[in-house]
């Protein structure tokens, strides 16, 4: 959204317009909680400066992302998990990819799920990535700097 100042408002040597700057939101959907940290502290070792919320499970996330589309503030990307209690990653891709708005919702895949059937299946459900769950910290932040690049150029308002 771009806004110009009023003359009256502010100063008449200011007349360029600026930009309100809107914050970048990841939902991470995981239900180890560790592995949702090292998510969280990649993605902010890479400079994301957005919002990052985390979800146990798929019913919690979709119970968040209606509530989002109410407020029309679906977030930038998603992290899902596959294996999860109550409503898998594979449930929660299904479901979304019958909303046409849910479906322009960019999704990341991280699984520890070794079996291409899923890796075929995200794909097919319109996921963006699909990424093995590592064992290293710093393959984590590698992780992140791939989804925060990705982040940066599709939403330029992603600092």
Do not use: W
């Amino acid at each position: 959204m771009l806004l110009y100042l009023q003359p009256a408002i502010c100063n008449k040597y200011y007349t360029k317009p600026f930009q309100i700057m809107k914050k970048c939101t990841v939902m991470i959907t995981e239900d180890d909680s560790e592995d949702a940290e090292f998510m969280r502290q990649a993605l902010q070792a890479n400079s994301f400066g957005g919002d990052i919320e985390h979800y146990q499970n798929g019913v919690e996330l979709l119970k968040q992302l209606s509530k989002c589309k109410a407020e029309k503030s679906l977030p930038e990307m998603i992290i899902l998990d596959l294996n999860m209690p109550l409503k898998n990653g594979l449930e929660v891709l299904r479901e979304m990819h019958t909303d046409p708005d849910y479906k322009q919702i960019p999704v990341a895949v991280l699984t520890a799920s070794l079996r291409k059937e899923d890796e075929i299946a995200c794909d097919t459900l319109g996921c963006k990535l699909f990424i093995r769950k590592p064992v290293r910290f710093n393959d984590y932040k590698q992780i992140a700097s791939d989804i925060v690049s990705h982040l940066r150029s599709r939403f330029t308002y992603c600092l």
